[in-house]
Protein backbone atom coordinates (compact mmCIF):
# COMPACT_ATOMS: atom_id res chain seq x y z
CA UNK A 1 0.00 0.00 0.00
CA UNK A 2 1.22 3.28 -0.57
CA UNK A 3 1.87 5.67 1.97
CA UNK A 4 -0.08 8.68 0.56
CA UNK A 5 -3.27 8.45 -1.99
CA UNK A 6 -5.24 10.48 -3.38
CA UNK A 7 -7.52 9.66 -6.16
CA UNK A 8 -5.80 12.24 -9.22
CA UNK A 9 -9.31 13.35 -10.70
CA UNK A 10 -9.54 15.68 -12.68
CA UNK A 11 -12.93 16.89 -10.34
CA UNK A 12 -14.57 18.93 -13.40
CA UNK A 13 -17.02 21.39 -11.29
CA UNK A 14 -19.20 24.35 -11.63
CA UNK A 15 -18.17 27.90 -10.05
CA UNK A 16 -20.35 27.84 -6.74
CA UNK A 17 -20.34 23.95 -6.30
CA UNK A 18 -18.83 21.99 -3.30
CA UNK A 19 -16.25 19.96 -3.56
CA UNK A 20 -14.32 17.30 -1.73
CA UNK A 21 -10.98 15.48 -1.85
CA UNK A 22 -10.20 12.65 0.52
CA UNK A 23 -6.31 11.64 0.94
CA UNK A 24 -5.95 7.92 2.96
CA UNK A 25 -2.34 7.15 4.41
CA UNK A 26 -0.75 4.33 5.78
CA UNK A 27 1.23 4.88 8.82
CA UNK A 28 -0.60 5.07 11.60
CA UNK A 29 2.00 6.65 13.49
CA UNK A 30 2.06 10.29 11.19
CA UNK A 31 0.83 13.16 14.04
CA UNK A 32 1.30 16.07 11.10
CA UNK A 33 -1.26 16.50 7.76
CA UNK A 34 -1.53 18.86 5.54
CA UNK A 35 -2.75 20.22 2.30
CA UNK A 36 -0.82 21.85 -0.32
CA UNK A 37 -1.99 23.51 -3.77
CA UNK A 38 -0.11 23.31 -6.77
CA UNK A 39 -0.80 25.54 -9.68
CA UNK A 40 -0.02 24.74 -13.31
CA UNK A 41 3.35 24.91 -13.93
CA UNK A 42 4.03 26.25 -10.42
CA UNK A 43 5.86 25.23 -7.20
CA UNK A 44 3.81 23.37 -4.45
CA UNK A 45 2.78 26.12 -1.49
CA UNK A 46 1.10 25.08 1.69
CA UNK A 47 -2.58 25.68 1.42
CA UNK A 48 -3.44 24.49 4.80
CA UNK A 49 -2.19 22.11 8.24
CA UNK A 50 -4.97 19.66 9.43
CA UNK A 51 -5.89 19.72 12.78
CA UNK A 52 -6.82 17.02 14.79
CA UNK A 53 -10.24 18.92 16.00
CA UNK A 54 -10.86 19.77 12.22
CA UNK A 55 -10.46 23.43 10.92
CA UNK A 56 -11.52 26.23 8.59
CA UNK A 57 -9.90 28.69 6.78
CA UNK A 58 -12.85 30.57 4.72
CA UNK A 59 -14.19 28.27 2.20
CA UNK A 60 -12.01 25.31 3.14
CA UNK A 61 -12.17 22.99 5.88
CA UNK A 62 -10.07 20.39 6.61
CA UNK A 63 -10.90 17.14 8.58
CA UNK A 64 -8.69 14.25 9.91
CA UNK A 65 -10.22 11.09 10.91
CA UNK A 66 -7.64 8.75 12.82
CA UNK A 67 -9.59 5.97 13.07
CA UNK A 68 -9.68 5.09 9.22
CA UNK A 69 -6.87 6.82 8.65
CA UNK A 70 -8.05 9.29 6.00
CA UNK A 71 -7.85 13.29 5.91
CA UNK A 72 -10.17 15.32 3.25
CA UNK A 73 -10.24 18.84 2.20
CA UNK A 74 -14.19 20.94 1.39
CA UNK A 75 -13.83 23.54 -0.52
CA UNK A 76 -17.43 25.39 -0.40
CA UNK A 77 -18.74 28.14 -3.19
CA UNK A 78 -15.91 27.08 -5.39
CA UNK A 79 -13.94 29.80 -7.74
CA UNK A 80 -12.43 29.57 -10.71
CA UNK A 81 -8.91 30.46 -9.41
CA UNK A 82 -9.05 27.36 -6.92
CA UNK A 83 -8.65 25.25 -10.30
CA UNK A 84 -4.91 23.72 -9.13
CA UNK A 85 -4.02 20.75 -8.18
CA UNK A 86 -4.45 19.65 -4.31
CA UNK A 87 -1.82 17.53 -2.89
CA UNK A 88 -2.02 15.98 0.40
CA UNK A 89 1.16 15.83 2.74
CA UNK A 90 1.96 13.54 5.95
CA UNK A 91 4.66 13.32 7.81
CA UNK A 92 6.46 9.70 8.61
CA UNK A 93 7.27 9.67 12.48
CA UNK A 94 11.19 10.37 12.44
CA UNK A 95 13.66 12.60 10.77
CA UNK A 96 12.47 11.59 7.63
CA UNK A 97 10.75 14.27 5.03
CA UNK A 98 7.00 14.78 4.76
CA UNK A 99 5.29 12.06 1.98
CA UNK A 100 3.49 13.61 -0.52
CA UNK A 101 0.64 12.21 -2.56
CA UNK A 102 0.46 12.15 -6.17
CA UNK A 103 -2.14 14.83 -6.33
CA UNK A 104 -6.47 15.56 -7.03
CA UNK A 105 -6.87 17.76 -10.36
CA UNK A 106 -9.57 20.55 -10.00
CA UNK A 107 -11.16 22.14 -12.67
CA UNK A 108 -13.95 24.92 -11.29
CA UNK A 109 -15.39 25.89 -14.67
CA UNK A 110 -17.61 29.18 -15.53
CA UNK B 1 13.62 37.38 1.12
CA UNK B 2 13.94 35.78 -2.38
CA UNK B 3 12.86 32.47 0.01
CA UNK B 4 14.47 29.78 -2.17
CA UNK B 5 15.55 30.48 -5.68
CA UNK B 6 16.69 28.15 -8.44
CA UNK B 7 19.18 28.10 -11.63
CA UNK B 8 18.57 27.82 -14.23
CA UNK B 9 15.09 27.69 -14.66
CA UNK B 10 15.04 25.84 -18.16
CA UNK B 11 17.92 23.98 -19.50
CA UNK B 12 18.07 21.56 -22.53
CA UNK B 13 21.09 18.68 -22.95
CA UNK B 14 21.72 16.26 -25.22
CA UNK B 15 22.51 12.55 -23.60
CA UNK B 16 25.75 11.99 -21.86
CA UNK B 17 26.10 15.86 -21.36
CA UNK B 18 26.57 16.81 -17.80
CA UNK B 19 24.83 19.47 -15.99
CA UNK B 20 24.50 21.19 -11.82
CA UNK B 21 21.46 22.68 -10.67
CA UNK B 22 21.52 25.22 -8.56
CA UNK B 23 19.32 25.76 -5.02
CA UNK B 24 19.81 28.41 -2.22
CA UNK B 25 17.89 29.66 0.69
CA UNK B 26 17.51 32.71 2.74
CA UNK B 27 15.45 31.60 5.18
CA UNK B 28 18.23 29.77 7.81
CA UNK B 29 16.42 26.40 7.18
CA UNK B 30 18.55 23.54 7.98
CA UNK B 31 16.89 20.76 5.77
CA UNK B 32 16.40 21.15 2.11
CA UNK B 33 15.43 18.65 -0.50
CA UNK B 34 15.58 17.74 -4.08
CA UNK B 35 12.29 16.01 -5.94
CA UNK B 36 11.42 15.50 -9.32
CA UNK B 37 7.96 15.60 -10.89
CA UNK B 38 6.87 13.93 -14.01
CA UNK B 39 3.30 13.61 -15.11
CA UNK B 40 1.26 11.37 -13.23
CA UNK B 41 3.58 10.52 -10.42
CA UNK B 42 3.45 13.44 -8.57
CA UNK B 43 6.76 14.41 -6.61
CA UNK B 44 9.21 12.14 -6.09
CA UNK B 45 12.28 12.74 -3.53
CA UNK B 46 15.22 12.02 -5.00
CA UNK B 47 17.97 13.31 -1.98
CA UNK B 48 17.81 15.64 0.74
CA UNK B 49 20.29 17.34 3.34
CA UNK B 50 18.40 17.16 7.55
CA UNK B 51 21.57 19.45 8.23
CA UNK B 52 24.43 20.93 6.94
CA UNK B 53 26.63 17.94 6.00
CA UNK B 54 24.13 15.34 5.89
CA UNK B 55 22.97 14.26 2.86
CA UNK B 56 20.54 10.68 2.25
CA UNK B 57 18.83 9.19 -0.41
CA UNK B 58 15.01 9.49 -1.61
CA UNK B 59 12.94 7.46 -3.15
CA UNK B 60 15.04 7.61 -6.66
CA UNK B 61 18.66 8.69 -6.48
CA UNK B 62 19.89 7.00 -9.03
CA UNK B 63 21.93 8.71 -11.80
CA UNK B 64 22.29 11.70 -9.61
CA UNK B 65 24.67 13.24 -7.00
CA UNK B 66 24.00 15.98 -4.33
CA UNK B 67 26.41 18.88 -2.33
CA UNK B 68 25.15 20.42 0.98
CA UNK B 69 27.99 23.48 0.20
CA UNK B 70 26.77 25.29 3.25
CA UNK B 71 23.92 26.32 5.10
CA UNK B 72 22.43 27.88 2.21
CA UNK B 73 22.77 26.05 -0.50
CA UNK B 74 21.99 22.43 -2.16
CA UNK B 75 22.71 21.24 -5.71
CA UNK B 76 21.84 18.48 -7.36
CA UNK B 77 24.57 16.88 -10.10
CA UNK B 78 23.68 14.71 -13.01
CA UNK B 79 26.74 12.99 -14.08
CA UNK B 80 25.65 11.52 -17.23
CA UNK B 81 22.08 12.81 -18.34
CA UNK B 82 19.59 10.41 -19.70
CA UNK B 83 16.13 11.03 -21.84
CA UNK B 84 14.55 9.28 -18.43
CA UNK B 85 16.00 12.41 -16.83
CA UNK B 86 13.10 15.00 -18.46
CA UNK B 87 11.55 16.19 -15.67
CA UNK B 88 11.06 19.20 -13.65
CA UNK B 89 13.28 19.66 -10.58
CA UNK B 90 12.16 21.56 -7.58
CA UNK B 91 14.46 22.24 -4.78
CA UNK B 92 12.61 23.01 -1.28
CA UNK B 93 13.48 23.48 2.14
CA UNK B 94 12.30 23.78 6.06
CA UNK B 95 13.42 24.20 9.24
CA UNK B 96 13.51 20.78 10.30
CA UNK B 97 13.08 17.32 8.10
CA UNK B 98 10.03 15.82 9.29
CA UNK B 99 7.54 16.90 11.85
CA UNK B 100 5.24 19.39 11.56
CA UNK B 101 7.40 21.61 9.41
CA UNK B 102 6.01 23.74 6.09
CA UNK B 103 8.42 23.12 3.23
CA UNK B 104 9.27 26.19 0.95
CA UNK B 105 9.53 25.31 -2.78
CA UNK B 106 11.94 26.99 -5.76
CA UNK B 107 10.19 27.73 -8.90
CA UNK B 108 11.50 24.46 -10.66
CA UNK B 109 13.74 23.90 -13.16
CA UNK B 110 12.30 22.70 -16.39
CA UNK B 111 15.07 20.00 -17.90
CA UNK B 112 15.09 18.38 -20.98
CA UNK B 113 17.57 15.60 -22.15
CA UNK B 114 17.08 14.49 -25.79
Known amino acids: RKEVEQDPGPFNVPEGATVAFNCTYS??????FFWYRQDCRKEPKLLMS???SGNEDGRFTAQLNRASQYISLLIRDSKLSDSATYLC???????????FGKGTRLSVIA | NAGVTQTPKFQVLKTGQSMTLQCAQD?????MYWYRQDPGMGLRLIYY???????DKGEVPNGYNVSRLNKREFSLRLESAAPSQTSVYFC?????????????FGPGTRLTVT
Open chain 2, 92 to 104: ASSERAGGAYEQY
Open chain 1, 27 to 32: NSASQS
Open chain 1, 50 to 52: VYS
Open chain 1, 89 to 99: VVNIPGNTPLV
Open chain 2, 27 to 31: MNHNS
Open chain 2, 49 to 55: SASEGTT
